[in-house]
């Protein structure tokens, strides 16, 4: 009895030890000691007849980061960067009704996103807390401002929900010590190289690029309830591109990512077998046919079933809210806006059937790797400080719960402890099926139904798309004109009951809804673990527009998907229409012998 009451006791001395350790470090750090004394000072300030702030958080951002890229062997880009961004959250009123969630069309930009705020990368204390007390004069008179609009706009509007504006959370403390990591950069340079020369192969191409990134995010945060966390974040993600132009003149674009955590992970031999595959398949699509339109069953095989599902279901599982405006036109304009892009969330489906009956969706920040593969969404606190944990969201084809913020919806009015980078965001997103059925199972049901539909053929996709350019292009789709950009699949096959395949170009996806996950007919057996930026819903992408915040942009989460192949019933594939850039008048130098 005695041993086990002193090693309890131990126990107990190491685990305070431990935590004065992480306080201690927490309290030294010259950013969060200037971020915690100006804090004590701000709570206090007020415009004459005005409100106090009632909430207030800092967080300050330390990117140390390597980017290297090369086209066709040569080096085209090497930098080392580092920098400081300062955020700055200051809220008039209270929970239930501040200057949040609010975009006034005459106002200035801002809408209550905090612009980030670039700041010294020297720890001196001084100059640290002199910009925090500018940032925070900045966002204190801009939320006064707000405050008084949004109050003179609802006094002549009727809602019917009473959502508060921001959700009451526990106060949370949180404390990593920044990773230490060294990078090769001369390394970096001749893999990307090394992997760019690949595309010599093919002088038809229109432009390559193999691009290597690595980035060392340490993440101090404060707010004024209490919550304090520092938190440490290593990734490293490649992406190589290629573009070129079908016989046809359609465009052509391939993509590849890899995303890791340590450079040291990434193999030269490796990359360049991934360019080599790029390379085949854009010569392969170059000669290909197309198919005016098909509107029938197809399978989204392997990678592509993880693809279309984070593409077209998982932003729909986050919890989003249109602001409101002071122009009742914009405001019906907007959400209209927002259920026609797609862009809007389930969360008025809770309760109700969203996939098959066997279908299970699991997100988990908790889990590291599925299957020996690692996963790249794992964290302990989201952004907001709160903690990280396992959320069943469909439960046997039943929506539960959709992920959310501090910014409460009606049927989401508390935290998920998935807030990252501009809105809440999935982590570790596990699909799972009590029923499931092999790839020859799979097939044999795709070519039934598409027998009973009057096809020779099923369409299988092997792969949908998905590339870091795609959040820019649909960023600007939307600024554009509002629309919905057109899924470009990769991979589209015809594929007939003897066995063999006849790969298509230029199809895209077009009329697939949410609905659509719902009527599913068969999942397979074999998960596929895939890695992507998420790119968040509309509403969540306008107030990023106004607060000018474009540092979120580079800030985006990475999401792990762990998806089977996907049987739809009903899909609509139809050729892209032009008008395209006609393809250049003389061929490319390499196919000219002389080299003229």
Not at 252 to 261: C, R, S, T
Not at 264 to 286: G, I, M, N, P, Y
Not at 354 to 367: F, R
Request: charge should be negative; charged fraction near 20%; include cysteine.
């Amino acid at each position: 009895m005695e041993r086990i009451v002193n090693r309890t006791a131990c126990l107990l001395l190491l685990l305070c030890t431990v935590a004065l350790t992480c306080r201690g470090a927490a309290a030294d750090d010259v950013p969060m000691k200037a971020m915690r004394d100006e804090m004590a000072r701000s709570l206090g300030m007020q415009l004459t007849g005005l409100a106090k702030p009632y909430f207030l958080s800092y967080r300050i951002q330390e990117t140390k980061g390597v980017s290297v890229s090369a086209s066709l062997g040569s080096l085209v880009t090497s930098q080392d960067t580092r920098m400081r961004f300062l955020h700055v959250e200051l809220r008039v009123g209270d929970y239930k009704l501040d200057n949040t969630n609010f975009l006034s069309l005459g106002a200035r930009p801002g809408g209550g996103l905090s612009a980030g705020h670039q700041i010294a990368i020297d720890d001196d204390y001084n100059e640290i807390r002199r910009e925090i007390w500018l940032a925070t004069d900045v966002e204190y008179k801009k939320a006064v401002e707000q405050l008084a609009a949004k109050q003179a706009a609802l006094q002549n509007q009727t809602h019917g929900d009473d959502v508060p504006d921001f959700s009451r959370e526990q106060p949370n403390k949180y404390f990593e010590k920044p990773k230490l990591s060294s990078v090769d950069t001369s390394a970096l340079e001749a893999a990307a190289r090394q992997a760019s020369a690949v595309f010599r192969q093919m002088p038809e191409l229109q432009s390559s690029r193999v691009s290597i990134n690595v980035q060392n995010v340490y993440t101090r945060y404060l707010n004024s309830e209490g919550t304090e966390y520092t938190k440490a974040n290593v990734l490293t993600w490649v992406e190589i591109t290629a573009t070129a132009q079908a016989e046809d003149g359609l465009p052509l674009e391939d993509a590849e990512q890899i995303f890791v955590n340590s450079p040291s992970e990434l193999s030269a031999t490796k990359l360049a077998a991934r360019a080599q595959q790029t390379v085949a398949r854009l010569q392969k699509l170059r000669t290909t046919g197309s198919f005016d339109r098909y509107n029938g069953p197809a399978l989204f095989e392997g990678q592509a079933g993880a693809e279309i599902f984070a593409q077209l279901f998982a932003p729909a599982l986050v919890a989003s809210r249109n602001p409101v405006t002071d122009n009742p036109r914009a405001q019906a304009f907007l959400e209209q806006m927002t259920a026609r892009s797609g862009g809007g969330t389930l969360s008025d489906r809770i309760g109700g059937r969203v996939l098959p009956d066997s279908a299970n969706v699991v997100d988990n920040p908790e889990l590291d790797s599925f299957q020996d593969q690692r996963l790249m969404g794992t964290y302990s606190v989201d952004d907001d400080g709160v903690p990280g944990r396992a959320k069943g969201v469909v439960e046997s084809g039943i929506l539960k719960s959709v992920l959310a913020s501090r910014t409460p919806i009606a049927g989401a009015t508390q935290s998920t402890g998935s807030h990252r980078g501009i809105s809440a965001a999935p982590s570790n997103l596990i699909f799972t099926a009590s029923t499931s059925a092999s790839d020859q199972q799979l097939r044999r049901m795709l070519l039934e139904r598409a027998k009973a539909r009057g096809y020779e053929y099923g369409v299988v996709v092997r792969r949908a798309g998905g590339a870091t350019s795609e959040f820019f292009q649909m960023a600007m789709s939307m600024m554009q004109g509002g629309a919905t950009p057109g899924n470009n699949m990769l991979e589209v096959y015809k594929v007939y009951a003897d066995g063999h395949e006849e790969l298509m170009h230029g199809e895209q996806l077009s009329s697939m809804t949410l609905a659509s996950f719902k009527d599913i007919v068969a999942v397979g057996d074999k998960p596929v673990v895939y890695n992507s930026i998420f790119i968040p819903g509309l509403a969540s992408m306008m107030m990023l527009g106004m607060s000018g915040d474009l540092s979120a942009v580079t800030n985006m989460p990475i999401v792990s998907y762990v998806v089977p192949s996907l049987l739809f019933d009903e899909v609509t594939l139809k050729k892209a229409s032009g008008p395209f850039p006609k393809a250049p008048v003389s061929n490319p130098p390499a196919l000219n012998s002389n080299g003229s």
